[in-house]
T-cell receptor, first 117, second 110 residues
């Protein structure tokens, strides 16, 4: 099946630094990728929709200047958490769908766990 | 009121039991319904995907959708300890961004 890869899987950083998380579709092209955040024992909350070649669409309450999304190619989207603070510590997960796939066929990455000290 | 409601559990059953997981939703525009399984500290894995009302079976898993009642279910037959995970229902109007339930933690006791 289709594979979505995320890197890094775990990152620890100091407060005030920026962290970049990569999301790659390994065997298909994805015009749209989605970024979710998941706090412990809670469900996934959509942060933003990343569109190849254009600006991301952010959900209400998500700061676009805090969470920078770049979707420069059909196989790569990046999420940069700028000036990270402890409250940004969370599990970040991306998903992508095959361009020719059905609506429901979204594939998720393994997630990236961010810990901000 | 949340758009998607799901009992968080935890749900503990003995090995071999039939498990029933449920979600209700309020947005009648939802058309596509999915069930994901998530192991601890891993990304969600798609188990079942349904579009219309009715049942869909895949091995030990059966997904049921009742659009008139805005209610979906996932049944797991002959449950195994390896089924222990968090099960998330998800749905979409068709624009691909998913709305998730809060997840139900399932523990299958050997």
């Amino acid at each position: 099946g289709a594979v979505v890869s995320q890197h890094p899987s775990w990152v620890i950083c100091k407060s005030g630094t920026s962290v970049k998380i990569e999301c790659r579709s390994l065997d298909f092209q994805a015009t749209t990728m989605f970024w979710y955040r998941q706090f412990p024992k809670q469900s996934l909350m959509l942060m933003a929709t990343s569109n190849e070649g254009s600006k991301a669409t952010y959900e209400q309450g998500v700061e676009k200047d805090k969470f920078l999304i770049n979707h420069a190619s059909l196989t790569l989207s990046t999420l940069t958490v700028t000036s990270a603070h402890p409250e940004d510590s969370s599990f970040y997960i991306c998903s992508a769908g095959d361009r020719g796939g059905n609506t429901g066929e979204l594939f998720f990455g393994e997630g990236s766990r961010l810990t901000v000290l | 009121q949340k758009e998607v409601e799901q009992d968080p559990g935890p749900l503990s059953v003995p090995e071999g039991a039939i498990v029933s997981l449920n979600c209700t939703y309020s947005n009648s525009a939802f058309q596509y319904f999915m069930w994901y399984r998530q192991y601890s500290r891993k990304g969600p894995e798609l188990l079942m995907y349904t579009y219309s009302s009715g049942n869909k079976e895949d091995g030990r898993f059966t997904a049921q959708v009742d659009k008139s009642s805005k209610y979906i279910s996932l049944f797991i037959r002959d449950s195994q300890p390896s089924d222990s995970a968090t099960y998330l229902c998800a749905m979409t109007t068709g624009r691909r961004a998913l709305t998730f339930g809060s997840g139900t933690r399932l523990q299958v006791q050997p």
